[in-house]
């Protein structure tokens, strides 16, 4: 049993693609945002705001031990690739799949980076930011990469499955 995990930047797609993902393999999707605020009963940015960064990250490593090695779609928050081990845990309990795109599409889809606690500066140099601080995590975490610029969800969430045929 393995779990498909999608990473990426915010605005790539993975909230997007997973349940379309998870519909075609007959799998749960999970969304571990989702899933960190229900555990914490309040909102992301609530998080971030009583608990600061690394409460949230610490919230968000025991919601993705929780979710590994389960037959589910994975949409992981965009700083999973920098917790200490996290990527070790994806890796060894399914396959990682980055969804990828440029930071200028990035920022255009994330707009004014409401409710997104690392993004409240102008969106688009705080989307350039963090991509380039994290890309190399997300090049060593990832089994495979999916381009989503100017592809649709459909598109993308096809590739992906395909990817998760060669990889099982």
Same mark, same amino acid.
Request: aromatic share 6%; with cysteine; charged share 25%.
């Given at each position: *049993?393995?779990?498909?995990?999608?990473? !990426? *930047?915010? +605005?790539?797609?993975?909230?997007?693609?997973?349940? /379309?993902?998870?519909?075609?393999?007959?799998?749960?999707?999970?969304?571990?945002?989702?899933?960190?605020?229900?555990?914490? @009963?309040?909102?992301?940015?609530?998080?971030?705001?009583? =608990?600061?960064?690394? !409460?949230?990250?610490? %919230?968000?490593?025991?919601?993705?031990?929780?979710?590994? +090695?389960?037959?589910?779609?994975?949409?992981? @928050? !965009? +700083?999973?690739?920098? @917790?200490? @081990?996290?990527?070790?845990? *994806? %890796? +060894?309990?399914? *396959?990682?799949?980055?969804? =990828?795109?440029?930071?200028?599409?990035?920022?255009?889809?994330?707009?004014?980076?409401?409710?997104?606690? /690392?993004?409240?500066? =102008?969106?688009?140099?705080?989307?350039?930011? /963090?991509?380039?601080?994290?890309?190399?995590?997300?090049?060593?975490?990832?089994?495979?990469?999916?381009?989503?610029?100017? %592809?649709?969800?459909?598109?993308?969430?096809? =590739?992906?499955?395909?990817?998760?045929?060669?990889?099982?």
């Amino acid at each position: *049993m393995a779990t498909l995990w999608l990473v !990426g *930047m915010p +605005g790539s797609g993975k909230s997007t693609v997973g349940p /379309l993902v998870a519909q075609w393999l007959e799998r749960d999707f999970v969304d571990l945002d989702e899933a960190v605020a229900a555990a914490a @009963g309040g909102p992301i940015p609530a998080i971030f705001a009583a =608990e600061g960064e690394a !409460g949230f990250r610490s %919230r968000e490593a025991a919601a993705l031990a929780a979710a590994a +090695g389960r037959e589910a779609v994975v949409a992981c @928050g !965009g +700083g999973i690739v920098v @917790g200490p @081990g996290n990527v070790d845990l *994806m %890796r +060894g309990s399914g *396959m990682v799949a980055w969804l =990828e795109a440029p930071a200028a599409v990035l920022a255009e889809r994330v707009g004014e980076g409401a409710g997104r606690p /690392l993004l409240r500066e =102008e969106a688009g140099s705080a989307v350039a930011r /963090l991509l380039a601080s994290r890309e190399a995590a997300y090049a060593a975490a990832a089994h495979c990469r999916v381009e989503t610029a100017g %592809r649709t969800p459909e598109e993308v969430a096809k =590739e992906v499955v395909e990817r998760w045929s060669e990889f099982e």
